[in-house]
């Protein structure tokens, strides 16, 4: 891609690990401005948010391994509330946040040959606030009227009327809106400002176009929900009446706000995990990425229709036929992109020299799952066959193939792709192979059967079941167990590479892009000098690297 003599990093310069600043121990990591233990910083604490809201989904599974609730594990308003505080943990500590603050924040100034992000103070300040505002929302569970139970989406009437803790809650939810536009100002920016001399627009990796559209969805669509989350506080606190029908407000306003950003927010979550399939295919096929400025336009029309079918969560509630069918209509055009994309992953595999290493493992997952995921959200975009499927388990389904068959993959793929430039080790494939192996299958197991169960009938959010959804039930349970055994798997591998890990070569993939042609961990700076971009992205192939002793 560039001119790969003056790209490589000089091993006089200590690199990111090693550099020694003012500050010693823990204040070197969480006072620093270094975009590279920003994100590591990120990935860190997002892991552990991750492991807890597991944890959380494990003991909702538990749970419906009970037919008779007199001897169950736990009451109905604890089932609510653990349920609500999963969904709060996964959407907006970690799917949401996952693929742009972690891998975005290591790896786009690398990718674009910069030094830094523009504003390395307002992105360690972005980070400050996620962290804040999680535990601003924890600390719900310890006052007022203990944890939130109105759900993830905190619908009205409902969030301005239960008598617990919403107000705190919906505040770190706030604050944590504010840790994503900073995020997402801060890398639209620095792809403007800051990418290496001759790397035009249509030169820039795919993974950054990926966070580029994504930035825009951030700045655009987040304070949308800032502004739902205040209402619902000030409605709290001073009974104005916004949302409460009993106090001459309406609550399908509410599901309007709120939708406008959160099906926007499918795709801050989604858009970087294609960008990191984008940049996984062409080298683990050792091929250039078939149709790349398909794939670049396909991402921004993603961005932009998806921004604009948030009604489609709302054919039940009693809105125009007009606006449901123009709804139904936008959601089957964002099909067109995505397809695109797909059809561009697949042809760049075709008759490629293709090497099978875990992280072209996670990405086949991505496709495979999201897939399934895509095309069952068209069968929701269908305004007759939703009227059915509504507020099922299917659309529970559906959603974990998009969120966690999708995003989560696509971390993971990232994540074990990038980790030798990262960390400077190399996990043993052979178990991570394992890991990914057991939990592609688990994942099958839990929620493929939620389909099943949701077009039959069983309603989501249920404490309790009918004795037909029993044996179903007990499958999707079973199959949470191993999908939780490979998750293990895969942090056990990851994390002990750390201390038994291989030293990992400077390029062991063979990747193209400007990351791998710097020698060993980046240094503080990433770069001795900006190199200068000769070549498109994809073109230049370099063979895999072994470790020097």
């Given at each position: 891609m560039a001119s790969h003599a003056m790209t490589g990093a000089s091993h006089r310069e200590p690199n990111y690990l090693e550099y020694k600043g003012k500050h010693t121990g823990i204040l070197a990591w969480i006072l620093s401005t270094d975009h590279k233990r920003i994100g590591i910083m990120y990935l860190v604490v997002l892991t552990a948010f991750f492991l807890l809201g597991v944890t959380l989904g494990f003991f909702m599974r538990l749970e419906q391994l009970y037919l008779d609730k007199s001897v169950s594990l736990m009451t109905a308003a604890t089932y609510n509330a653990i349920f609500t505080l999963h969904g709060v943990t996964m959407i907006f500590l970690v799917v949401v946040p996952g693929i742009p603050a972690t891998l975005g924040n290591f790896m786009l100034p690398l990718m674009l040959g910069a030094k830094d992000v523009s504003f390395p103070r307002l992105n360690l300040l972005s980070w400050w606030l996620y962290v804040v505002g999680a535990l601003i929302i924890f600390a719900s569970l310890f006052s007022g009227g203990g944890l939130p139970d109105a759900g993830w989406t905190f619908y009205a009437p409902y969030s301005v009327r239960t008598a617990t803790n919403i107000p705190l809650a919906v505040f770190g939810v706030f604050i944590l809106g504010f840790s994503s536009i900073l995020t997402g100002l801060n890398f639209v920016t620095t792809m403007h400002r800051m990418r290496a001399p001759g790397m035009s627009w249509f030169r820039m990796p795919l993974f950054c176009w990926s966070l580029y559209a994504t930035g825009w969805i951030q700045v655009l669509a987040t304070p949308i929900l800032g502004i739902t989350m205040l209402l619902v506080f000030a409605e709290r606190l001073l009974n104005i009446g916004i949302f409460d029908p009993s106090l001459g407000g309406d609550p399908i306003l509410y599901q309007h706000l709120f939708w406008i950003y959160s099906h926007p927010a499918v795709y801050i979550m989604i858009l970087p995990g294609m960008g990191v399939i984008s940049e996984i295919l062409p080298t683990f096929s050792r091929r250039t990425i078939f149709g790349y400025k398909a794939i670049t336009y396909s991402t921004l029309a993603i961005a932009l229709a998806g921004s604009l079918v948030w009604g489609h969560h709302m054919f039940t509630t009693g809105q125009s036929w007009y606006a449901n069918f123009v709804f139904s209509l936008l959601t089957f055009l964002v099909g067109i992109p995505t397809a695109i994309k797909v059809f561009n992953w697949v042809a760049t595999l075709y008759k490629g020299s293709i090497r099978i290493e875990a992280p072209l493992l996670y990405a086949v997952g991505f496709i495979f799952?999201?897939?399934?995921?895509?095309?069952?959200?068209?069968?929701?975009?269908?305004?007759?066959?939703?009227?059915?499927?509504?507020?099922?388990?299917?659309?529970?389904?559906?959603?974990?193939?998009?969120?966690?068959?999708?995003?989560?993959?696509?971390?993971?793929?990232?994540?074990?792709?990038?980790?030798?430039?990262?960390?400077?080790?190399?996990?043993?494939?052979?178990?991570?192979?394992?890991?990914?192996?057991?939990?592609?299958?688990?994942?099958?197991?839990?929620?493929?059967?939620?389909?099943?169960?949701?077009?039959?009938?069983?309603?989501?959010?249920?404490?309790?079941?009918?004795?037909?959804?029993?044996?179903?039930?007990?499958?999707?349970?079973?199959?949470?167990?191993?999908?939780?055994?490979?998750?293990?798997?895969?942090?056990?591998?990851?994390?002990?590479?750390?201390?038994?890990?291989?030293?990992?070569?400077?390029?062991?993939?063979?990747g193209s892009t400007l990351e791998w042609s710097i020698a060993g961990l980046p240094p503080l700076l990433n770069f001795d000098e900006i190199p200068e971009v000769t070549e498109d992205p994809y073109t230049y192939n370099p063979e895999p690297e072994v470790a020097h002793e």
């Open positions: 799952l999201f897939s399934i995921g895509g095309f069952t959200g068209i069968m929701l975009g269908i305004l007759n066959v939703d009227i059915h499927l509504h507020d099922t388990y299917f659309v529970v389904a559906h959603f974990h193939y998009v969120v966690f068959g999708g995003t989560m993959m696509a971390l993971f793929a990232g994540i074990h792709y990038w980790w030798p430039k990262m960390t400077g080790k190399m996990y043993n494939k052979k178990w991570a192979i394992s890991g990914w192996a057991v939990m592609f299958i688990g994942f099958n197991l839990l929620y493929f059967t939620m389909f099943i169960m949701g077009y039959e009938g069983m309603p989501r959010r249920y404490y309790g079941h009918l004795e037909q959804f029993h044996q179903a039930h007990r499958i999707a349970t079973y199959g949470s167990w191993v999908l939780i055994t490979g998750i293990l798997m895969m942090v056990a591998t990851l994390i002990s590479s750390l201390r038994n890990g291989e030293p990992a070569a400077d390029n062991p993939w063979g």
